[in-house]
């Protein structure tokens, strides 16, 4: 086709002319609808990958949280061991020197009764 054929084409209101303009739009319709299905795939696993790598985040976020909680937790476990530690081994001090002041006490009381 040359340079008049195409000017002839432009000047006619022809309908093949009018056929071939319709299956022109049709074609280029669907490429750029194909390429957009592309597009919106390539789109969308971008989008899956950042909603997983936000998720991830957020999850990392909380076992963060989670391990600080569990931090202070144990930290205060310890505390009230170490407390309770200190009581057992006072009470176990106190219940020896009870033990000792009944034991003087009735040696005293067998002494006396005897002496």
Same mark, same amino acid.
């Given at each position: 086709?040359?340079?008049? &054929?195409?000017?002839? @084409? %432009?000047?006619?209101?022809?309908?093949? =002319?009018?056929? !071939?303009?319709?299956?022109?739009?049709? +074609?280029?319709?669907?490429?750029?609808?194909?390429?957009?299905?592309?597009?919106?795939?390539?789109?969308?696993?971008?989008?899956?990958?950042?909603?997983?790598?936000?998720?991830?985040?957020? &999850?990392?976020?909380? @076992? %963060?949280?989670?391990?600080?909680?569990? =931090?202070?937790? !144990?930290?205060?476990?310890?505390?009230? +061991?170490?407390?309770?530690?200190?009581?057992?081994?006072?009470?176990?001090?106190?219940?020896?020197?009870?033990?000792?002041?009944?034991?003087?006490?009735?040696?005293?009381?067998?002494?006396?009764?005897?002496?």
């Amino acid at each position: 086709m040359n340079i008049a &054929d195409v000017n002839q @084409l %432009r000047e006619t209101n022809s309908p093949s =002319k009018e056929r !071939l303009t319709v299956q022109w739009l049709s +074609q280029s319709i669907a490429e750029i609808r194909s390429e957009l299905a592309e597009v919106q795939g390539s789109f969308g696993g971008g989008s899956k990958d950042a909603q997983f790598r936000n998720q991830l985040l957020e &999850d990392l976020s909380t @076992l %963060r949280a989670d391990f600080g909680t569990a =931090k202070l937790e !144990l930290e205060s476990l310890r505390s009230r +061991q170490e407390k309770t530690e200190v009581l057992v081994r006072e009470l176990q001090e106190e219940a020896v020197q009870s033990a000792d002041d009944i034991r003087r006490s009735l040696n005293m009381r067998h002494e006396k009764g005897y002496g």
